[in-house]
């Protein structure tokens, strides 16, 4: 299953919108997460997420989940809300996710 173009192309948008980065034209360039830390960093108003972004991309999406995690209203279960393993093999829809999130984060806040 693939994400479907004007989904993503909305997507992209909201992220381009925040200046965290240069344009981002495909949600594959999210891949690495230096971009969602950067949005976390925007969402909390601290750069706390500078040093990660010198780690290993492991190491960074595990920084994306664990801010995804512990900011969730409704907490039902232990694991990430997504998935670490099709992040890293390249899953758009796992990415759309992550920013989806991020999205619903950055409003709630």
């Given at each position: 299953m693939t994400l479907h173009t004007t989904r993503g192309s909305a997507l992209l948008s909201w992220v381009n919108s925040l200046h965290v980065a240069d344009p981002v034209e495909a949600v594959l360039q999210l891949q690495d997460c230096s971009i969602f830390i950067k949005i976390i960093d925007r969402i909390h108003g601290t750069e706390e997420g500078q040093q990660i972004l010198k780690q290993p991309v492991s190491e960074?999406?595990?920084?994306?989940?664990?801010?995804?995690?512990k900011n969730r209203k409704h907490p039902s279960s232990p694991e990430c809300l997504v998935s670490a393993q099709k992040v890293l093999e390249g899953s758009e829809l796992e990415l759309a996710k992550m920013t989806m999130l991020l999205l619903y984060h950055s409003t709630m806040s």
């Open positions: 960074r999406l595990d920084f994306v989940c664990s801010f995804l995690q």
